[in-house]
């Protein structure tokens, strides 16, 4: 039998068509991400339109780093490696990315929030953003992602607005209000939905569950979670795409001891990496033990922008002495020009000498030493006094009229 005229030339050209086709299916397959279309809506469009369905997806479909800015460079192929493999593995180093605050004011109305505010986040450190109730924290947050805008000055992520930035997401993960959420969509939906609008492969959806704990009520309604769920979920979504810029208000509210654990591990973890991590929290033990810098602002200012070791071996310090000989030691201590302040529980407060100048001291004159212990100052005293005049919202010290005191 045979073929018409000219078919034998055709026939090559439709499988090379068809194998195309095939080779742009496995490449959505495969691929981490994609853009602007879910990966399944770029699959049939690739088998209704041969071969021009998969010509389509290779010049708008198909990831590619993004080259607009240095920083942005190679953002979507680390999300397609984060989406193929372990939450945080990657092949090339976190580009670093710095948060610039300069001259920052935010007024609402007569009320200033911020005022004249200028500082600084670096990566590579866990930075604690610190500041009374009312102090502008979340106002200044809001500003650096774009959420308000500043009456005067500007916030920069990596050289540009938050608004400038072409793939936001890829850039700055962030949690402010871990309640803005939809109460009638399950956790994997809202995530899966977030994924989808970036670009980001469901298998990377998944594991930020996983990471996060709710891998197991991942088809549950977020109407039906505690708080520390929802801040979970809110966690998952700032790390979706990987990001070299993580910002978080109380991230701790409502989370339980290991949570409370885990995120704390997860914020040093990612730091080491590179990245840039502000934090904001009233719990200054558990800043103490996570942030390595601390920014602190009162009304809008800015009252230090300091190391934490530094922060708190720089206020107030004191030697605890105890001796069985207390009244004397005292009486010689003072003749030295040292301030003693005696303690509630027998011991003596010193200040003025150190605590070998006291030891020798004491030795020098027979007098039994029992304990001799250097102290200075906690994190959240040095904070305390640090912002006592900044305070605008004070409890009072005796309970309201009519309420009997037990």
Known sequence: MSLPPGSAAVIPVLAAAVAFAAWCLVDVARAGQVRYLPKWVWAVIICVSVPGGGL??????????????????????????????????????????????????????????????????????VTGFLGPNGAGKTTTMRV??????????????????YQQIIRPLHVVGSLLDATAVHGGRTAWFHLLSIAQSNGIGRRRAMQVLEATGLAAVAG?????????????????????????????????????????????????SMAAEGRTVLVSSHLMGEIALTADHLIIIGRGRLLADTPTDRFVSGTRRDVLVRSPRAGELAGLLTARGAAVQPQGDGGLAVTGLDAPAIGDLAAGHGIAVHELVPRHASLEQAYLDLTGGSTDYRAGTSPPEGMAAS
């Open 220 to 268: 549950r309604r977020v109407r039906e979670f505690s708080l520390g769920m929802k801040q979970r979920l809110g966690i998952a979504a700032a790390l979706l795409a990987d990001p070299p810029v993580l910002i978080f208000d109380e991230p701790v509210n409502g989370l339980d001891a290991a949570g409370v654990r885990w995120l704390r591990q997860l914020f040093k």
């Open 144 to 161: 650096i992602l774009g959420l308000d805008d500043p009456t005067s000055g500007r916030a920069l992520v990596g050289g540009r607005r």
């Open 56 to 125: 389509v997806y290779l010049i708008f479909g198909k990831a590619r780093p993004a080259a607009s800015v240095p920083w942005e460079a190679g953002v979507a192929e680390e999300a397609g490696i984060a989406a193929s493999g372990p939450l945080f593995a990657r092949r090339v180093p976190v580009s670093p990315v710095v948060i610039e605050v300069n001259e920052l004011t935010k007024r609402f109305g007569p009320v200033t929030a911020v005022d004249a505010l200028t500082f600084c986040v670096r990566p590579g450190h």
